[in-house]
């Protein structure tokens, strides 16, 4: 990616916390001088203090970028300070959970190019996946500059429309989370089964994150790799039977706990 134009004009990270910091450590290890980079963030860590980046200081009058990395709660206090930047030349990435296209066209103006993204927290290790669409001023060149920058921090996948950004939200946004609780029980299962906390922990840790990249790296799709580990009237057709289960096993607890996340997301942006 050509990083000159945003190297030259200025890149404003509004809101450094751990996605913020996974994405700024991404960006300077790609070759983004720290001395291109402006951090607007009260509480910065003592990690992007040491950065060489220009921090909490007067922004420049018309940056490349402006990404906006804040909790949704402290949205309302950190835009209109940006006002002055919007309906220019200066493109805005939202990676804040819950706020609309819409509602940063109402305070930056509705001609300015303003692309929203959704990652996900494995994009502290490299491994997240970013999804992002853009309002009708994102030009192609404006999507693609925020793929390569987001890209810093894992995959990226463009979506259709702004309303997919809530089921989004419910797979992947969410979802780390569901994974985490697979491995918490996976792992409390083995104890129950005799095996000692640590090890039933370090075998359900192993065995969830060797799965995902298995998954991802094989050709098979994963009902096929699933398939592939399961002798008939073996242990894994066993368990299966119970995880299968379409009416208490895997496909209504997701479905469910799915359809739960993309609702609320729905409630959350609704305001």
């Not at 220009?54 to 990404?67: C, E, G, Q, S």
């Not at 494995?122 to 853009?134: K, Q």
């Not at 996948?157 to 969410?174: F, I, N, P």
């Amino acid at each position: 990616m050509d990083m000159s134009n945003v190297a030259e004009r200025g890149l404003v990270l509004l809101g450094c916390g751990k996605m913020g910091s996974a994405m700024l450590a991404g960006w300077l290890e790609g070759g983004l001088p720290a001395t291109s980079v402006w951090v607007n963030d009260p509480y910065p860590s003592d990690w992007v203090k040491a950065q060489g980046i220009n921090l909490n200081t007067d922004l420049p009058a018309a940056p490349a970028i402006v990404l906006i990395a804040v909790k949704p709660q402290m949205m309302a206090d950190a835009l209109p300070s940006l006002q002055a930047l919007g309906g220019g030349k200066t493109l805005f990435v939202s990676v804040a959970a819950g706020t609309s296209i819409a509602t940063y066209e109402e305070i930056l103006g509705a001609d300015t190019p303003i692309i929203r993204a959704m990652p996900n927290t494995p994009a502290a290790v490299g491994r997240g996946i970013t999804a992002l669409i853009g309002n009708a001023h994102a030009s192609a060149g404006d999507l693609d500059l925020a793929e390569g920058l987001l890209r810093a921090v894992g995959q990226t996948v463009r979506l259709d429309s702004e309303d997919q950004m809530d089921a989004v939200t419910g797979v992947s946004g969410s979802g780390p989370a569901y994974v985490f609780h697979l491995i918490e029980t996976l792992a409390a299962a083995g104890q129950a089964q005799g095996l000692p906390a640590e090890l039933a922990m370090q075998l359900a840790k192993a065995t969830v994150a060797g799965a995902g990249a298995l998954a991802e790296q094989a050709e098979e799709d994963p009902g096929q790799l699933r398939v592939n580990v399961t002798s008939p009237n073996g242990t894994t057709q066993a368990a299966l039977e119970v995880l299968m289960d379409t009416s208490n096993g895997f496909p209504k607890l997701l479905t469910d706990a799915v359809a739960a996340a993309t609702n609320r997301s729905k409630e959350l942006s609704r305001g």
